[in-house]
């Protein structure tokens, strides 16, 4: 395709989503590079996030610009290049996340710089979806997200709960002070594992250089804030393996996972490329499949608006921050965080994304209180 019919044609599909190349609306994309069209009709998802973290092309506004995109579903209209039949075959022929690809994204992504999320999350350093039902602040809403997963799971004083996939130990901090429990958590970062450590001095909390794939002991809860989107569709039933594991007859098991409308085995390839190695999104059907025989399902709630407005928060931080950091970062990785952030709002947004909670028992326990608000 020449230059000129990829201009065309990347025009007449902005035009399908209410997007005009240069033109003065927030959302619309403002293009430096002429090569950029036909780049991007070729390596779609990764041909656009590189273009814009190499300053082909600009938007005041990039989560409206993705909203938009995605409920045209302008990515299902574009056919791949090589790259991305590649991307997909290999997610189809190898375990992306075997045991010993599972420390990749740490050092990758969570362990980038506590100083990068010390100054972009909230107080107590939540990385995932915050409940905004009754709260007006970041700080108020990742507390209500805690308080709402602790009723969940019915904590009461004394009881041992294991976290996979735990951050900073955020959840195992707040339900020790608040709660009186005892917190075994583990990530695959050694930055989260230091500075969390040094937050729960003094309280139950143990955090733990470990992959979940090995956690022993028997606990009166298993729960996961975030794990499951970098677990991979060949895992999910290991997964589920180990809470049963892991978890006492009576116990109650709970997961907390960005998911998927469709079925896949593969992510955006400028996402793994950049942000997550080697992670991708469970649908409700990969995720049932994965729990069948071995657990009751008791309850699953979606409350994927809410991270939209926690990503155009931590977006609002790093922006207000980026004084603090640019001198360590650099320009293009400013772009490259930018880009992911505002990329997701507007995933989100469009209802591309979902943000679930799931409550789960062992067959044959009896039906535990509803305790959601």
Known sequence: MSSKSSETTFRELMDIAGITVNGNQPYDIQVHNPNFYKRVLRDQALGMGESYMDGWWDCEAL????????????????????????????????????RHRAFEVGKKHYDVGNDLYTRMLDKRLNYTCAYWKNAKTLDEAQEAKLELVCKKIGLEPGMTVLELGCGWGSFAIYAAEKYNVKVTGVTVSKEQVK??????????????????????????????????????????????????RTLKDDGIGFFHTIGGNVSTTSANAWTTKYIFPNGMLPSIAQLGK??????????????????????????????????????????????????????????????QTQLWQVVMTKQGREQPPCRIS
């Open 63 to 98: 989560d409206q610009f993705f909203d938009r995109v995605l409920r045209a579903r302008l990515d299902e209209k574009v056919k791949g290049s090589w790259k991305l039949k590649w991307h997909i075959l290999r997610s189809k022929l190898f375990n992306l996340q075997a």
């Open 195 to 244: 500075l969390g450590m040094e937050m729960a001095k003094g309280l139950p909390v143990e955090l733990k250089l470990t992959d979940y794939r090995d956690v022993t002991g028997k606990y009166d809860r298993v729960i996961s804030i975030g794990i499951m989107e970098h677990v991979g569709y060949k895992n999910y039933r290991t997964y589920m393996e180990v809470v049963d």
């Open 290 to 351: 994965a729990m069948e025989g071995l657990f009751v399902m008791e309850d699953w709630h979606n409350f994927g608006p809410h991270y939209d407005r926690t990503l155009m928060a931590w977006h609002e931080n790093f922006e207000k921050a980026w004084h603090e950091l640019k001198d360590k970062y650099g320009e293009r990785f400013y772009r490259m965080w930018r880009y992911y952030l505002l990329s997701s709002a507007g995933g989100f947004r469009a209802r």
